[in-house]
């Protein structure tokens, strides 16, 4: 089970989006697996949707924080009572699209959702994949180092001596102190602000990040949020979540242009690697999906990677019409 099937991220999520835009839930949370519900809108304000979704997760009515390592089974189910469950809840359910975001692409899951999709003749959808990265920190951090090519090494580890020459380094867990996390947020959106030209959490992402901040250390998980000062002042925060052996990097940001010869922001992640590797409860560190502004650097750091798809069961014949032609326009697009 990973941080994002926790009560605390299923139920936050629910409190903030599922009850704003008045969803249905149809399968819980709670035993280790995503919760599932069902939504009704338009798009563009005219084709009907009636759509299928894990909690945490939205593909075009609702714009949350992304859920990721999604599942519907319960740990323990067999392959075939999975099928069952879930062809059973999906015929006795109205729906024209089910979208399942982010599922593992090795899991059996993924291999029972296109089975039962066959058999009822759905059409089935590819509409997102991607790779989540990690780094194993079950061994040596130094041996790691080794692994890492030269000028990542230099941005990650060895430019600390740059940084260190600008003034007091400290590294602060504003978390430890049971304060507010909604003001580490705000930090968090003030460097986004400065790099992006945008806060990377809105007035509900704000909602939904303190409430799950708030509840997951009832589940066991601690939050890491960590604020790299330099004479006192912040210069890159990361937020960081421990639950069951896992350092989960949720977001970060930090001041870009301190330094002409620094990448803060990879300097921060390589002290958060690094006390990952000195800590024997901890064996791994994931960046999850996505990249950074200007390249990949996830993929440069990470010992190891999983892929990530998500699917999109089409129920209604003049859906399946509309996404075949558009598909294939898509294609030839592409081939051009």
Known sequence: MSLFQTKAWQSAWWDTWGVEHNLNLIRP?????????????????????????????????????????????????????????????????????AVFDDLLVNSYEFSVLKKIARNNRWMVRTVNSDSAWSVKTDGNFQEYLKQLGANTRLRLYNRRKVLE???????????????????????????????WGKPVYGRFAKKFNTLFINRISAEGGKPELMILKCSGKPVSVLYNVRYQGRVYNLQSGFEEGLHPKLSVGTLHLGYAIENAFQDEQVSSFDMLAGSGKNENYKARLATNSCALISL?????????????????????????
Request: hydrophobic residues 30%; contains cysteine; glycine residues 6%.
């Open 312 to 336: 999109m069961l089409v129920r209604r014949t003049h859906l399946k019409v509309i996404y075949a032609v558009k598909d294939r326009w898509n294609q030839i697009r592409m081939e051009r």
């Open 29 to 97: 949370w709670g035993q280790g697996n995503s919760g599932i519900y069902r939504t009704t809108y338009r798009i563009k304000g005219r084709l009907p949707i009636c759509s299928v979704e894990f909690v945490g997760c939205s593909y075009r009515h609702i714009k949350g924080t992304r859920t990721e390592y999604n599942r519907f089974s319960v740990p323990g189910e067999t392959p075939e009572q999975v099928e069952l469950s879930l062809e059973q809840l999906l015929s006795e359910t109205t729906w024209s699209e």
């Open 165 to 195: 020459t600008m003034g007091d380094i400290n590294h602060e867990n504003y978390a430890e102190k049971n304060r507010d996390p909604a003001k580490f947020l705000e930090k968090l959106n003030d460097f986004h602000q400065l790099r």
